[in-house]
């Protein structure tokens, strides 16, 4: 498949059809995306900033190596997504499904997961930085010890991260 990169500043995207999409190297600046379809697409090496992705289908994505800076996330499914290697910074994922998703060696820097499913999503060996995971749902997460401290959690979520750093409950 031939890579077609995306280069958006300053749009407005309504219920745009870029699935299975080869983009990768793509720039999406200043850019409102409502209802978009992303399933399996390639944005891979591509930089995503002072964006917004509303309502939108991102599920199996390859962000790999991109950097996603001041984006916010609102309402999406985004899971089986693949942000290996990437740069978040700023980034909030509100109201997301980012289940089985793998962040793996990222940067995750001042970024706020709001009510989101994390479930089984896989942060080995990313840099964690001032993460806040309030109001998420965490089983099955897989962070380091060393992470923990990054974290911001809620009182429901205590015990699960207990686990993690492995206190003993009883």
Same mark, same amino acid.
């Given at each position: 498949?031939?890579?077609?990169?995306?280069?958006?500043?300053?749009? $407005?995207?309504?219920?745009?059809?870029?699935?299975? =999409? *080869?983009?990768?190297?793509?720039?999406?600046?200043? $850019?409102?995306?409502?209802?978009? !379809?992303?399933?399996?697409?390639?944005?891979?090496?591509?930089?995503?900033? %002072?964006? $917004?992705?509303?309502?939108?289908?991102?599920?199996?994505?390859? &962000?790999?190596?991109?950097?996603?800076?001041? #984006?916010?996330?609102?309402?999406? %499914?985004?899971?089986?997504?693949?942000?290996?290697?990437?740069?978040?910074?700023? @980034?909030?994922?509100?109201?997301?499904?980012?289940?089985?998703?793998?962040?793996?060696?990222?940067?995750?820097?001042? #970024? #706020?997961?709001?009510?989101?499913?994390?479930? !089984? @999503?896989?942060?080995?060996?990313?840099?964690?930085?001032?993460?806040?995971?309030? =109001?998420?749902?965490?089983?099955? *997460?897989?962070?380091?010890?060393?992470? &923990?401290?990054? &974290? $911001?959690?809620?009182?429901?979520?205590?015990?699960? @991260? *207990?686990?993690?750093?492995? #206190? %003993?409950?009883?």
């Amino acid at each position: 498949m031939k890579s077609h990169e995306l280069n958006w500043d300053t749009r $407005t995207i309504d219920h745009q059809d870029y699935s299975n =999409g *080869a983009h990768s190297c793509s720039y999406i600046k200043s $850019t409102d995306i409502i209802g978009g !379809n992303f399933l399996s697409s390639d944005f891979s090496d591509s930089k995503l900033e %002072k964006s $917004t992705f509303n309502s939108s289908r991102l599920s199996a994505i390859d &962000l790999n190596r991109s950097i996603i800076k001041d #984006v916010l996330f609102k309402s999406c %499914k985004i899971n089986a997504a693949s942000f290996i290697q990437s740069k978040c910074k700023k @980034v909030i994922f509100s109201e997301c499904d980012l289940s089985d998703s793998d962040f793996q060696g990222a940067e995750i820097i001042n #970024v #706020v997961f709001k009510d989101c499913d994390i479930t !089984n @999503v896989n942060f080995s060996h990313a840099i964690c930085k001032n993460i806040d995971l309030r =109001g998420s749902k965490l089983n099955g *997460a897989r962070f380091s010890s060393d992470q &923990l401290k990054a &974290l $911001t959690i809620d009182l429901s979520q205590a015990s699960y @991260v *207990a686990l993690l750093s492995g #206190v %003993k409950i009883t």
